[in-house]
């Protein structure tokens, strides 16, 4: 579970004070897909960087399953969120010198796992996406969607208990966004991983078990 308690985020922007995030109190269940929708500028891409423990917030506090990430080093969140947490990026982040289960496997190798074992789950994992045909392709080679499948079963590679996404189907048509989401139900269904979904996008609220609106820095529940 995400718990969040008088969380904010100010910024100063001509010396003007600019809330991203104001006071916001939230308590996510644990296994959803759960949808964060709101306008450019209203503060979910901060919320969701703050969550992850990628920036931090001016003050209050962010629990992930009763662990404080707030009151932690710099090392000790870099170390909690390798293991406990994936991303998925709008516009996918591979990394182009390495092909497609290079990518996959690249986290576990980070977290100093074996290379058989990184090797076997980068295959099982790129099989339940569609990939199986693509293992040993250079990135540069693939479809949007392609593309974001990778990026889906690197996210997952780490078995995390959360996968943070950005606007994960930003980049594509509609018809491959709406498959990019039918595989996040479906390892969510299957693998009981929760994705958090930033977007613009409303068609994600069908996918979602629970959805909030952000706006102006401040969260509530639709």
């Given at each position: 579970?995400?718990?969040?308690?008088?969380?904010?985020?100010?910024?100063?922007?001509?010396?003007?004070?600019?809330?991203?995030?104001?006071?916001?109190?939230?308590?996510?269940?644990?296994?959803?897909?759960?949808?964060?929708?709101?306008?450019?500028?209203?503060?979910?891409?901060?919320?969701?960087?703050?969550?992850?423990?990628?920036?931090?917030?001016?003050?209050?506090?962010?629990?992930?399953?009763?662990?404080?990430?707030?009151?932690?080093?710099?090392?000790?969140?870099?170390?909690?969120?390798?293991?406990?947490?994936?991303?998925?990026?709008?516009?996918?982040?591979?990394?182009?010198?390495?092909?497609?289960?290079?990518?996959?496997?690249?986290?576990?190798?980070?977290?100093?796992?074996?290379?058989?074992?990184?090797?076997?789950?980068?295959?099982?994992?790129?099989?339940?996406?569609?990939?199986?045909?693509?293992?040993n392709v250079d990135v540069s080679t693939l479809s949007g969607g392609e593309a974001q499948r990778v990026s889906i079963a690197r996210a997952l590679i780490n078995e995390p208990k959360i996968v943070w996404a950005d606007e994960p189907t930003g980049a594509l048509d509609k018809?491959?966004?709406?498959?990019?989401?039918?595989?996040?139900?479906?390892?969510?269904?299957?693998?009981?991983?929760?994705?958090?979904?930033?977007?613009?996008?409303?068609?994600?609220?069908?996918?979602?078990?629970?959805?909030?609106?952000?706006?102006?820095?401040?969260?509530?529940?639709?």
């Amino acid at each position: 579970m995400i718990k969040v308690e008088d969380l904010s985020k100010i910024y100063t922007e001509r010396a003007k004070e600019v809330r991203a995030l104001d006071n916001v109190n939230v308590e996510m269940n644990e296994g959803e897909i759960i949808s964060i929708l709101g306008p450019s500028g209203s503060g979910k891409s901060t919320f969701l960087n703050c969550l992850s423990g990628i920036d931090r917030p001016t003050h209050g506090k962010i629990f992930i399953d009763d662990y404080e990430i707030t009151n932690k080093s710099d090392n000790e969140v870099t170390e909690f969120r390798a293991k406990n947490m994936g991303f998925i990026f709008q516009f996918f982040n591979l990394i182009p010198v390495l092909n497609v289960i290079e990518n996959v496997k690249l986290p576990m190798l980070i977290n100093e796992q074996k290379e058989k074992l990184a090797e076997e789950k980068a295959k099982e994992l790129l099989i339940k996406v569609g990939l199986e045909d693509k293992m040993n392709v250079d990135v540069s080679t693939l479809s949007g969607g392609e593309a974001q499948r990778v990026s889906i079963a690197r996210a997952l590679i780490n078995e995390p208990k959360i996968v943070w996404a950005d606007e994960p189907t930003g980049a594509l048509d509609k018809k491959t966004g709406n498959e990019i989401l039918e595989l996040i139900k479906n390892l969510n269904e299957t693998k009981g991983t929760s994705f958090i979904i930033v977007t613009h996008d409303p068609k994600v609220t069908k996918f979602s078990n629970s959805i909030y609106l952000m706006e102006s820095g401040k969260l509530r529940k639709q």
